[in-house]
């Protein structure tokens, strides 16, 4: 299941950035995505879950705002819509599996 959670929020990112114009509040995406549960989505400053998920739109070329009147992060969804990409993995190899890496081998011999 977790191979697939990064698609699946990637796929629901690109999605509520079509939807949703001009901006949705990150917040409600971090709840949605599933960075924190509902119940901490009034108060979502104070946990983990949301600044995760503001890294991991920051790192997924998502534009984030913060809106004047209320100061809460937002994306701003107009801008972010043709700029999301979905990064290349730090562990990746050209092969595809990091456990059969030559060096790796080596190691263990």
Known sequence: MDLYVEKMRFEAVRCIA???RPAVPVAFIAQVLG???NSS???CNEFDGFAE???WLRAHGAILITDKSTGELQLNAKDSAP???MPEPEDAVPHGDAYLAVNDFFARA
Request: aromatic share 26%; net charge negative; hydrophobic share 35%.
């Open 41 to 43: 989505f009034k108060t």
């Open 83 to 85: 700029c999301l990409f």
């Open 35 to 37: 960075f924190m549960d």
């Open 53 to 55: 998920c503001e890294e």
């Open 18 to 20: 079509r939807s949703y």
